[in-house]
């Protein structure tokens, strides 16, 4: 089990890359879109990016993520193989800050207007923030 908080940091600093100034952490993300009547992208997607009040943009975060993270990852991992079959995700992904990381940023990619839909589209693109970020230099 991963403590999401223990990597707040992380996200706070992705969130000021692209001004999403407020985390909100949630014990069960699927209960709380339940509760607000907001579609998940992703089933096992730990984090959905909300507009607030004024336009202000929200991360809501489980606190706590276990086998939801490692879903991600392999479902990232299948899409990947189209493009290219020698890169291991599971193995370039192989921290709980690098996890957390890509799971921020495939959830804003998705509200970004000039990435397609497109989930494979989206993973390079988050893939490429990750590197310019230096995260798999690590």
Known sequence: MISVKDY???LKNLGKEYFIHNLQYVPDITAWA????????????????V??????????VQSYVSSEVDD??????????????ATNMETKLNSPKKRMAFCFLKEYARSVKHIDS??????EWVLSEMESFGYFKE
């Open 34 to 49: 339940k509760d607000n009547r907001i579609k998940l992208s992703e089933p096992h997607q730990p984090m959905k990016l």
């Open 8 to 10: 707040d940091a992380v």
């Open 72 to 85: 991600v990852i392999k479902n990232l991992g299948v899409r990947w193989a189209i493009k290219d079959t």
């Open 118 to 123: 497109d989930e494979l589209i989206q993973d």
């Open 51 to 60: 507009t607030g009040d004024g336009g202000s943009l929200t991360m809501v």
